[in-house]
């Protein structure tokens, strides 16, 4: 079975912290990688994408590692309104249509 | 920015009843998905459509269908509702396989 495994948490972490959230995928033929976000009662949406060769934006750094099959979400100085459930999500190989997601990781981040 | 726009926030329906969920994307894009998302289960492909009358079962199709007539809209049919059937729909759309999701903002529907 083609999954996305990440760990559920819940992470609760300090504000200004740096928080890294791991995921793995079992499809080695995956090509395309993202991060979602999702609020609670909201529906995700696209926080990055995920290259092989790492992208970064702002606070918030994605790391592919195709040997390992192997992705990764760093956020760093974390904010209050970081405060959410992060999905790893990956499309499976060539032809493929739809994307797998991750049951995501809880981020609560406290005063 | 694209928008993925569902009908219905919040729906209550009969057991039985033939419910019709919509949606409807303003991007001309080719890819659109039906998904459930339920606590601890995460996100379940219902049904997804490539092009416009196209159609493809995901994860969990049993006791729904779709019809997609035009490019913009597709819709998730349940054929006889039922309380196990109870969850939030979500909508996505995408241009082409490459790219992410843009989701709509969901329907939470319960069947009572």
């Known amino acids: 079975r083609k999954e996305v495994e990440q760990d559920p948490g819940p992470f609760n972490v300090p504000e200004g912290a740096t928080v890294a959230f791991n995921c793995t995928y079992s499809?080695?033929?995956?090509?395309?990688f993202f991060w979602y976000r999702q609020d609670c009662r909201k529906e995700p949406k696209l926080l990055m994408s995920?290259?092989?060769s790492g992208n970064e934006d702002g606070r918030f750094t994605a790391q592919l590692n195709r040997a390992s099959q192997y992705i990764s979400l760093l956020i760093r100085d974390s904010k209050l309104s970081d405060s959410a459930t992060y999905l790893c999500?990956?499309?499976?190989?060539?032809?493929?249509?739809?994307?797998?997601f991750g049951k995501g990781t809880k981020l609560s981040v406290i005063p | 920015d694209v928008k993925v726009t569902q009908s219905s926030r919040y729906l209550v329906k009969r057991t039985g009843e033939k419910v019709f969920l919509e949606c409807v994307q303003d991007m001309d894009h080719e890819n659109m998905f039906w998904y459930r998302q339920d606590p601890g289960l995460g996100l379940r492909l219902i049904y997804f459509?490539?092009?416009?009358?196209?159609?493809e079962k995901g994860d969990i199709p049993e006791g729904y269908s779709v019809s997609r007539e035009k490019k913009e809209r597709f819709s998730l049919i349940l054929e006889s509702a039922s309380t196990n059937q109870t969850s939030m729909y979500l909508c996505?759309?995408?241009?082409?396989?490459?790219?992410?999701?843009?989701f709509g903002s969901g329907t939470r529907l319960t069947v009572v």
């Open positions: 996505a759309s995408r241009p082409g396989t490459g790219y992410g999701y843009t």
């Open positions: 995920v290259y092989s």
């Open positions: 459509s490539y092009d416009v009358k196209m159609k």
């Open positions: 499809n080695s033929a995956s090509q395309s």
């Open positions: 999500v990956a499309r499976g190989g060539a032809g493929s249509y739809q994307l797998t």
